[in-house]
């Protein structure tokens, strides 16, 4: 295992490693209690990848690891090329820079307009304001909110403030977009938007990381579904939820 995350490591031309790479990675928030165990995972660059299981499962803690959050008790992670063991303070912020997120609750700034909510994943980046009048309309276009800029998000459905949460996620076009249970709060037809949304996103070659319940929606989809119980991988395939062990 250490020999090939070495070989992930060093860069090569023929080789493009996952854009997500974690060897016999655990997180123990209690000591001899695993909230993840011996987890190894690769994700490649433009895959779309379900993560599945119960509450308590380790999906959250999966995410947090990602974004790093939080440091695993053991093992390493690789994300968009860095080994996040090494990274700096400063180096973090740069990796989350490459990773999109959204989460089932929208988190929305209520006083601002769409247009604000979206530009202000950019300011915090100090991204130009030239850049910015010309990033912003054209992601909000890619959702379907072109129309909506000046709008509040008590003004706007759940569906479009889910939308306005994706907008924001991929204006600084990350590499990884990871959405934590991004229909959890939607009504099926809003649903299916935001994954058909997904998709395309996937489609323009961003690989996408989604964390859902939704049986009926991953057993359509039919993408590639890892399966966690009690921290442990115990699936990993391509199919439906309904093919994934239980």
């Known amino acids: 295992m250490a020999d090939r995350f070495d070989l992930y490591r060093a860069e090569s031309e023929e080789i493009e490693p996952p854009v997500i790479l974690l060897e016999d990675v655990s997180k123990d928030y209690v000591e001899g209690q695993h909230a993840l165990k011996n987890v190894s995972l690769e994700i490649r660059k433009g895959e779309f ?3 599945v299981g119960s509450s308590g499962s380790g999906k959250s803690t ?3 690891l990602l974004l790093k959050e939080i440091s695993p008790t053991r093992g390493h992670i690789m994300v968009a090329g860095k080994e996040l063991s090494r990274l700096r303070e400063n180096s973090i912020c740069k990796l989350r820079r490459s990773i999109g997120i959204v989460f089932q609750d929208f988190r929305l700034l209520k006083d601002r307009t769409v247009f604000d909510n979206v530009a202000f994943a950019q300011r915090v ?3 130009p304001n030239h850049k910015i009048r010309r990033d912003v309309p054209r992601v909000l276009s890619i959702v379907g ?3 909506k800029l000046r709008s509040y998000p008590d ?4 569906g479009e403030q889910q939308r306005v949460a994706l907008a924001r996620a991929l204006v600084n076009n990350p590499v990884i977009l990871l959405a934590d249970e991004p229909t959890g709060n939607l009504d099926p037809r809003n649903s299916w938007e935001i994954m058909h949304l997904l998709e395309e996103i996937n ?3 961003t690989t996408v990381v989604v964390v859902t319940h939704n049986r009926e929606i991953v ?4 993408k590639r579904v890892i399966t966690l119980n009690k921290g442990v991988i115990i699936g990993d395939q391509k199919g439906g939820y309904s093919h994934a062990k239980n």
Do not use: N, P, T, Y
């Not at 057993?219 to 039919?222: P, V």
């Open 62 to 64: 999966l995410i947090k």
């Open 203 to 205: 489609r323009r070659g």
């Open 145 to 147: 909110l072109s129309e």
């Open 125 to 127: 980046l100090e991204v």
């Open 155 to 158: 003004e706007l459905s759940g």
């Open 219 to 222: 057993d359509a989809m039919q």
């Open 49 to 51: 990848v379900f993560i």
